[in-house]
């Protein structure tokens, strides 16, 4: 069973505008993580979130985290042709936080 | 660091046989996890390992499947009989801390079933 489902499912902006991807989850979590997977490749991890903090940054991404709203939102700034991907939520599991659970994904499309 | 490895890349077989597919994963990693995604139910968590012990195989479809961790740098997922349904990509991840830790994913094998 999922336990975090994204929002929108798909999403398409022209390069250098901003992407923003939502995630929500239904019970409590320890953390929240957030992967980017190409056509064909695994996952490949972007941020890890915990239920302590409230936002994260790596370079072009921002990570929000709400756990009185059970929601989490990715954004990223100045979107390049080379972030087009699906982009998964993952939360670890209402029943072992050693096991991550994954959404069902945004697919983001990047024109040039 | 050569990431997780998983092999083979790709496999076709027919219904009925048997498949075996290979994961090693990251050296000093205690998890080690396998998904199954499909365009239906996406990314499936079948079972995971800690320290080589299977912990939760809750996610394994059926009793056609099973995995084994003999040892920490080696894993196989084995389904046999294979179905049509089993068609797939398979992933396998592994990590420091299990969830609380980043996973790093291998390329996946798809695996078709005729």
């Known amino acids: 069973s999922q336990q975090g489902e994204e929002d929108p499912q798909a999403l398409s902006i022209q390069e250098g505008e901003n992407a923003t991807m939502n995630c929500s989850y239904k019970?409590?979590?320890?953390?929240l993580q957030w992967y980017r997977q190409n056509s064909g490749r695994g996952l490949v991890h972007l941020i890890l979130i915990r239920s302590n903090e409230r936002e994260k940054h790596s370079g072009r991404l921002r990570v929000t985290l709400d756990t009185s709203k059970k929601s989490s939102s990715l954004l990223i700034t100045a979107s390049r042709a080379a972030d087009t991907a699906s982009y998964f939520c993952?939360?670890?599991?209402?029943?072992?936080?050693?096991?991550?659970?994954f959404g069902s994904g945004t697919r983001l499309l990047v024109r040039p | 660091d050569a990431g997780v490895i998983q092999s083979p890349r790709h496999e076709v077989t027919e219904m009925g046989q048997e498949v075996t597919l290979r994961c090693k994963p990251i050296s000093g990693h205690d998890y080690l996890f396998w998904y199954r995604q499909t365009m239906m139910r996406g990314l499936e968590l079948l079972i995971y390992?800690?320290?080589?012990?299977?912990?939760?195989d809750s996610g394994m479809p059926e009793d056609r499947f099973s995995a084994k961790m003999p040892n920490a740098s080696f894993s196989t997922l084995k389904i046999q009989p294979s179905e049509p349904r089993d068609s797939a990509v398979y992933f396998c991840?592994?990590?420091?801390?299990?969830?609380?830790?980043?996973?790093?994913f291998g390329n996946g094998t798809r695996l078709t079933v005729t």
């Open positions: 019970t409590s979590i320890n953390n």
């Open positions: 993952a939360t670890d599991a209402s029943d072992s936080s050693y096991k991550l659970i």
């Open positions: 390992f800690n320290n080589n012990v299977p912990i939760d």
């Open positions: 991840a592994s990590s420091r801390q299990g969830a609380r830790s980043p996973l790093h």
